[in-house]
């Protein structure tokens, strides 16, 4: 295929990401890993797959940086997931020394990639790969909102028995637990979700989004959720590769939006071929801002600790 992405990290969500991408068959793949044979093994067994899905991809992996020059997209899920009773910022210190090296080698051999970044603490991990990439901010994005609106978006199809793809919910702010679900912003088919429930029922759909990464951590009892997030990247790679101008909440750098300044966070952006062409800014009430700024509040602490 004539586009290229890469994906470093072959864990859960690295190779799980691969999956979902191949299926769509927009994209030849690379899979990086530290660990030795692991995503050479991991690319046969789905390339194996193929011909069984009837999907024309390359699939290579490998533990050195070469098979991935010239990629159109880096995808960088290598780090630490969380476990039981660990928040995301926990995995600050470990994963900022992985982060940085992967974005240093791949923006090397791929000056030209627009990078998509899944590691956690998600905002300032991304905020991370922008400076050690060096390239403009459209050009490095972060997958949270995706996710979060998701997991937002399956709990009230659950909740009204209605299709998900009738559903339209928007979570935006850091990814963590001050993330913003915006209740009066979604909406089934139209008609605004306070209007479809009670308030009871709804305070406990934003209260489960809220730490809906966390329910699944507990669940799993070691790593943390795949399929969702990595799903999100693929939707997110592909609204870049096809130049969709597809409107997805994700973290992105902000200037100005919302009075917030040099920091990645969860806004609603437009994707396209060059990464972020816009951040559409919604009209919030003083509730709605106040919380924002709050959870911008931890994300900024976090991205001033790495000292950058
Ligand atoms: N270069 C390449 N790969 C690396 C490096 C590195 N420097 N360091 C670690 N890895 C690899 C690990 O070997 C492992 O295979 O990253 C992979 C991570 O995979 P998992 O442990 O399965 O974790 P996963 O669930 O995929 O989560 C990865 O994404 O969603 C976030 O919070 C999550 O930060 C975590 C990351």
Not at 10 to 19: E, F, I, L, N, V
Not at 179 to 197: E, F, I, Q
């Amino acid at each position: 295929m004539d586009k290229k992405v890469t994906i470093v990290g072959a864990g859960m969500t690295g190779s799980t990401t691969a999956h979902w991408l191949a299926d769509k068959e927009i994209a030849d793949l690379v899979l990086v890993d530290v660990v030795d044979g692991m995503p050479q093994g991991k690319a046969l067994d789905m390339q194996e797959a193929m011909p069984i899905i009837g999907k024309d991809v390359t699939i290579t992996g490998t533990n050195d940086y070469g098979p991935t020059a010239g990629s159109d997209i880096i995808v960088i899920t290598a780090g630490l997931p969380r476990k039981p009773g660990m928040s995301r910022d926990d995995l600050l210190a470990a994963n900022t020394a992985i982060v940085s090296k992967v974005a240093e080698e791949t923006i090397k051999l791929s000056p030209d990639a627009i990078y998509i970044v899944l590691t956690n603490p998600l905002d300032v991990m991304t905020y991370l790969t922008w400076k050690k990439t060096g390239i403009p901010a459209n050009r490095v994005i972060g997958q949270a909102g995706v996710l979060d609106s998701a997991r937002m978006r399956a709990f009230v199809a659950m909740e009204l028995g209605v299709s998900v793809e009738n559903i339209n919910c928007y979570v935006l702010g850091g990814h963590g637990d001050s993330m913003v679900p915006l209740t009066r912003h979604s909406n089934v088919a139209g008609v605004p979700l306070n209007k479809t429930m009670s308030k009871e029922r709804l305070d406990a759909i934003v209260d489960r989004t809220r730490k809906g990464g966390g329910e699944i951590v507990s669940l799993l009892k070691q790593g943390s959720a795949f399929y969702a997030p990595a799903a999100g990247v693929a939707q997110m790679a592909e609204a870049i590769l096809k130049d969709k101008q597809l409107i997805v909440p994700a973290a992105v750098y902000m200037q100005g939006e919302y009075g917030l300044k040099d920091i990645y966070f969860g806004a609603a952006a437009q994707l396209g071929a060059n990464g972020v062409e816009k951040i559409i800014e919604y009209e919030l009430n003083d509730d709605e801002l106040a919380e924002l700024q709050k959870s911008a509040q931890g994300v900024a602490k976090n991205i001033a600790a790495l000292g950058l």
